[in-house]
């Protein structure tokens, strides 16, 4: 197999794991709607590369090792590219979460400060009251 075909093939092969990973990170709810909108058009455009583009004259400039160390290379890129998607992902839905429950320990409190204002105003004027 020549040097071309062998890029094609990882090409269109990258494309389709990138595409399937990130579908099942999206049912998961690991990574958010836009980063998947990212990989999926990401995926899509390596595997049309991988089946339109015709590299025949790449083995002349690159040798079969260059080339596997360029594949080598740019897989461990894409890959490491997605883990630190997935983890602002996670990190962000954890802040959103955060946020929200910040916020309703924010209503708690109010409320909880209304009632306490409430029970000084009643004691205050049961006191008054007495006095009288």
Same mark, same amino acid.
């Given at each position: 197999m020549?040097?071309? %075909?062998?890029?094609?093939?990882?090409?269109?092969?990258a &494309?389709?794991l990138?595409?399937?990973?990130?579908?099942?990170?999206?049912?998961?709810?690991?990574?958010?709607?836009?980063? @998947?909108?990212?990989?999926?058009?990401?995926? =899509?455009?390596l595997?049309?590369? &991988?089946?339109f583009?015709?590299?025949t004259?790449?083995?002349?400039?690159?040798?079969?090792?260059?080339?596997? =160390?360029?594949?080598?290379?740019?897989? @461990?890129?894409?890959? @490491?590219?997605?883990?630190?998607? =997935?983890?602002?992902? =996670?990190?962000?839905?954890?802040?959103?979460?955060?946020?929200?429950?910040?916020?309703?320990? /924010?209503? *708690? /409190?109010?409320?909880?400060?209304? *009632?306490? %204002?409430?029970?000084?105003?009643? *004691?205050e004027?049961?006191? &008054?009251? &007495? @006095?009288?």
């Amino acid at each position: 197999m020549e040097t071309g %075909e062998i890029l094609r093939t990882v090409m269109i092969a990258a &494309g389709v794991l990138v595409l399937m990973e990130t579908v099942l990170s999206l049912s998961k709810r690991r990574l958010k709607e836009q980063f @998947c909108l990212l990989w999926g058009v990401i995926s =899509v455009l390596l595997i049309v590369s &991988g089946i339109f583009l015709r590299p025949t004259v790449w083995s002349q400039y690159i040798s079969e090792t260059g080339t596997v =160390v360029i594949i080598i290379t740019a897989l @461990c890129l894409v890959w @490491c590219l997605f883990f630190i998607s =997935v983890h602002i992902s =996670v990190l962000s839905r954890k802040t959103q979460e955060l946020a929200m429950q910040v916020s309703l320990l /924010n209503q *708690e /409190n109010e409320r909880i400060l209304a *009632e306490l %204002e409430q029970l000084r105003e009643k *004691e205050e004027s049961d006191r &008054g009251d &007495g @006095c009288i």
